[in-house]
């Protein structure tokens, strides 16, 4: 082979490889350069990321969040924080550390209870901030500034929002 | 110091009495009497609770003398001595106390001789003068003694501040502060019940010294009751409550944010409704405490996504009037009805302002024909105990509307008991678990403002509980057994909460740090949240007793 592989000449083998990677891995992959950072924050990736491992996601389901907000901020928000508390918390023989964000193993009752805190959430930010302190702040919003006012859901968050 | 020790022998025998948390502990056999101090028999001291007052200012009055005197090299006495004979710790009292004014020069101490003639001058402090009678601290004079023994006190606390001053008063240690603080919370409140007035005003004044000496939670709480203790003696009620409801909504949202005890109550009433609500297409819910309305975003969101689809949902929210006419019900109504509106869910709202739920009439509710009613109440019931026939009438109303489901969530305890002793024990129990689930709630980055507030919220109750009576008295929580027999003789049948609420709520609380702590239990179809062991909220739910199968 004589010509040199540019990954990002190939979006679609990026997409493909992205899709297959934990959510921080995703967070540094937006890091590395402009278009990265624009594929990376694709909302379908983050669904992807979600609900990969549900058997049969509900329908209805994507319509929803992304009314409230996108998947991206529903991982951020809820299925990131609610998953790594409950990993510790569910004496399942899962594998080691390393395999925990891989192999995401979502009950119908985890996936109910994030949903709800999620609409808790937007509810939060329509409530108090008027509409304020939207998606565009993705996760970052409730870390500082106006975001921290949706403090609903603070209990959860506690991780470095990459 | 030997010379004590010899002194005790020499002792007289006085009433059987001793609360020394200060001293070494004699070992004896525990002995439970009904009418001995339970806390202080297991540590072998023989205490009768009606002296518990009295010994309880002798000792505050030793240590304060020890306290002035610690400097002087007499620490070693709060560790070394023995105590030979703990069930006449009172004449052991006495003696230290006699000892020590004569070691020391400190005028003080001359507040609190047993023999000696009765007003000291004490420096700057032109109050004591006026004292009429004088403080003849004569323990052998029954009926002389509460007053001189207030008397005294109140002399011995008017001159704490120079002690203060001057040096802190050293408080050996703080866990035996702290039960000494409890058992002079209890103290106070029994001579409040016993309208006795002066002693329970110089007790509270010494819970305020001796909180300041505590830390967290304890010191929080026994604030809140030496406040609400303060104004139940001094008759300074909390007043005008119309202004109190948006602040309460306020303090609301903040104690919603800390701790999951208003999310749980949510998620398991929510989860009832829905399970009430399978198969209906026109689904409405009666809120009977909207507030913010935070309880209902989940439930639409729940909603949309069940098999089948959203039906069309109805929410009609009642709240008290707002001081400045403000519509906050219509706020929250739009804000509901625009998050519905971005999830896809029919909506309608509307808002009721009522000062209180019986004013209700079910026709104003319009209630169609078609559709499934579910009454909800989030810590209001209790509320309309304070009438008579108020809670009778409410429950008619409910039974009128012919709901599918009526959800209750209610704190776990009974601070509605005749007697206001025990109401205060009840409610010293209740706020302390819960003060202490608040503190553990500090490990994560909790908004600190947040905490604050929630403490504030519960102040109020605190507050309401402990110093108002009648009408005004609203927070008349009863345990969950008092509600079923209530519902049940109201014609209410209870309808289980299943599995799906269960593990909804589990989960919830796991997702807390200091999780550890919280506790969800079963109980006979209801479900309880509680810290460590004590249940603190209980949900239950109820359906009428006709209508099986009904609808």
């Known amino acids: ?162 | 110091m030997k010379r004590y020790r010899d002194r005790e022998k020499s002792l007289t025998q006085g009433n059987s009495s001793g609360k020394a948390k200060i001293w070494e502990q004699h070992e004896e056999e525990e002995e439970k009497d009904a009418g001995m101090d339970e806390l202080l028999a297991v540590l072998g001291y023989k205490v009768k609770s009606s002296d518990m007052a009295e010994v309880a200012n002798k000792l505050e009055q030793l240590e304060m003398a020890m306290g002035t005197t610690m400097e002087d090299g007499i620490t070693h006495l709060s560790t070394d001595t023995v105590h030979k004979n703990p069930s006449d710790l009172s004449g052991w009292v006495q003696s230290m106390l006699s000892e020590l004014n004569n070691t020391t020069n400190f005028d003080e101490n001359g507040l609190v001789e047993s023999n000696k003639q009765n007003r000291t001058t004490i420096i700057s402090d032109d109050d004591l003068r006026a004292i009429p009678g004088g403080a003849v601290f004569n323990k052998l004079n029954e009926p002389d003694l509460l007053s001189s023994e207030s008397g005294s006190s109140n002399k011995r606390l008017r001159s704490s501040p120079i002690i203060d001053s001057a040096r802190p008063v050293v408080l050996v240690d703080s866990q035996e502060t702290g039960v000494r603080l409890v058992h002079t919370l209890m103290a106070c409140a029994e001579a409040v019940q016993q309208e006795n007035f002066n002693l329970a005003d110089a007790l509270v004044r010494h819970i305020g010294i001796l909180a300041v000496s505590q830390s967290g939670a304890m010191r929080k709480v026994a604030t809140y009751f030496a406040e609400a203790l303060a104004r139940r003696i001094y008759k300074i009620y909390p007043q005008d409550n119309s202004i109190e409801s948006s602040y309460t909504d306020v303090l609301q949202m903040h104690f919603y944010e800390t701790c999951p005890y208003l999310k749980f109550a949510h998620f398991t009433a929510n989860q009832a409704i829905l399970e009430a609500f399978t198969n209906c297409n026109k689904v409405h819910v009666v809120d009977f405490s909207l507030k913010q309305g935070m309880q209902w975003p989940a439930l639409i969101q729940a909603l949309a996504l069940r098999p089948g689809g959203p039906p069309s949902f109805r929410l009609t929210g009642i709240g008290p009037p707002q001081p400045n006419n403000t519509d906050a019900l219509q706020q929250v109504g739009w804000k509901l009805a625009q998050l519905a509106e971005t999830i896809g869910v029919e909506f309608e709202f509307r808002g009721f302002v009522t000062n209180s739920l019986a004013d209700l009439d079910c026709s104003i509710l319009d209630i169609r024909e078609t559709e499934a009613v579910a009454v909800n109440s989030v810590f209001e019931l209790h509320r309309l105990l304070s009438r008579p026939r108020m809670i009778e009438n409410v429950l008619n109303i409910i039974k009128q509307m012919n709901p599918k489901i009526v959800t209750i969530v209610e704190q776990e305890a009974n601070h509605n008991a005749v007697v206001f002793l025990d109401r205060f024990n009840e409610a010293l129990h209740y706020y302390s678990t819960m003060f202490d689930s608040l503190e553990s709630s500090l490990t994560q980055p909790v908004n600190n403002q947040d905490l604050v507030m929630s403490e504030v919220y519960l102040g109020r109750q605190i507050c309401n509980v402990v110093a108002c009576e009648g009408a005004d008295r609203v927070e008349r929580h009863e345990t969950l057994s008092q509600w079923r027999v209530r519902m049940n003789s109201s014609g209410f049948d209870p309808v289980h909460l299943g599995s799906n609420a269960f593990k909804q709520a589990s989960m919830l609380l796991a997702l807390f740090a200091g999780g550890d702590g919280y506790r969800v239990e079963e109980n006979d179809g209801c479900l309880m949240l509680g810290w460590h062991t004590r249940p603190l909220i209980a949900t239950s739910a109820w359906q009428l007793t006709a209508a099986r199968g009904e609808l």
């Open chain 1, 1 to 162: 082979m004589g010509t040199n592989f540019f990954i990002n000449d190939n979006q679609d083998v990026l997409i493909e490889i992205l899709k297959r990677l934990d959510g921080r891995s995703l967070g540094v992959a937006a890091c590395v350069c402009k278009l990265w950072c624009g594929i990376a924050r694709n909302d379908s990736l983050w669904e992807h990321l979600c609900f990969r491992h549900v058997s049969q996601p509900q329908e209805g389901v994507r319509t929803v969040v992304l009314a409230l907000g996108g998947y991206r901020r529903l991982y951020m928000v809820c299925v990131r924080p609610v998953l790594n508390r409950l990993r510790k918390w569910r004496p399942i023989g899962m594998e080691s550390d390393s395999e925990i964000v891989r192999r995401v193993y979502w009950t119908r009752h985890e996936v109910e209870l994030s949903l709800s805190l999620f609409c808790v959430d937007y509810y939060e930010r329509v409530l108090l901030g008027g509409g304020g302190g939207g998606g565009g702040g993705g996760g970052g919003g409730r870390h500082g500034g106006d975001g921290a006012r949706t403090t609903s859901l603070m209990f959860l968050c506690k991780a470095v929002n990459v």
